[in-house]
T-cell receptor, first 111, second 115 residues
Framework: QKEVEQNSGPLSVPEGAIASLNCTYS??????FFWYRQYSGKSPELIMS????GDKEDGRFTAQLNKASQYVSLLIRDSQPSDSATYLC???????????FGKGNQVVVIP | GAGVSQSPSNKVTEKGKDVELRCDPI?????LYWYRQSLGQGLEFLIY????????KSGLPSDRFSAERTGGSVSTLTIQRTQQEDSAVYLC?????????????FGPGTRLLVL
């Protein structure tokens, strides 16, 4: 089992809609979780970090963490064409400073 | 302040040659990470440095890959006798590596093409 899994295929959403991305993780000791955005040909950039159960909102982005169910999600409200990118979920590896990354989900916002 | 920088931005080499990739982390960041990303794939962890030591080298794919970090700052990833399957984007990231400060900041990457 991979440490962090993102299983959904490419996600197409109309402009203004909500894009919902999910991620599961296997390490119950993980304490920190991150969502990165990666535009084609560019390096990943941090969007959100979340450490506690519940929701964390930052502008149009909301991260949700459920440690009991071992999943993390990202909601993008009022999706814009500029949100079209690949979104990478990452979790801290317990006892180690490295992050485990999922394969990413491609989001396409259709004008 | 300046972000993570990497050089070269692009490297084309012939199979069998050695290459060196450089990473300059954010000033004050004690942790440094190397990842590899092949076309359309996720990030593959290679190695992690805390200061000058590498407590986790588990991701290095073969003994042709090595990395060092000196002065707790700049790191070099060396690939010996390059193979075509080494072609990828090599990303470096750094972090403060304190509890609650694990956010990793990425450099622009080095695009390596082995012919």
């Amino acid at each position: 089992q991979k440490e962090v899994e993102q299983n959904s295929g490419p996600l197409s959403v109309p402009e203004g809609a909500i894009a919902s991305l999910n991620c599961t993780y296997s390490d119950r000791g993980s304490q920190s979780f991150f969502w990165y955005r990666q535009y084609s040909g560019k390096s990943p950039e941090l969007i959100m970090s979340i450490y506690s159960n519940g929701d964390k909102e930052d502008g149009r982005f909301t991260a949700q963490l459920n440690k009991a169910s071992q999943y993390v999600s990202l909601l993008i409200r009022d999706s814009q064409p500029s949100d079209s990118a690949t979104y990478l979920c990452a979790g801290g590896v317990y006892g180690n400073n490295r992050l485990a990354f999922g394969k990413g989900n491609q989001v396409v916002v259709i004008p | 302040g300046a972000g993570v920088s990497q050089s070269p931005s692009n490297k084309v080499t012939e199979k069998g040659k050695d290459v060196e990739l450089r990473c300059d982390p954010i000033s004050g960041h004690t942790a440094l990470y190397w990842y590899r990303q092949s076309l359309g794939q996720g990030l593959e962890f290679l190695i992690y440095f805390q200061g000058n030591s590498a407590p986790d080298k588990s991701g290095l794919p073969s003994d042709r890959f090595s990395a060092e970090r000196t002065g707790g700052s700049v790191s070099t990833l060396t690939i010996q006798r390059t193979q075509q399957e080494d072609s990828a984007v090599y990303l470096c990231a750094s972090s403060l590596a304190r509890s609650g400060e694990e956010t990793q900041y990425f450099g622009p990457g080095t695009r390596l093409l082995v012919l």
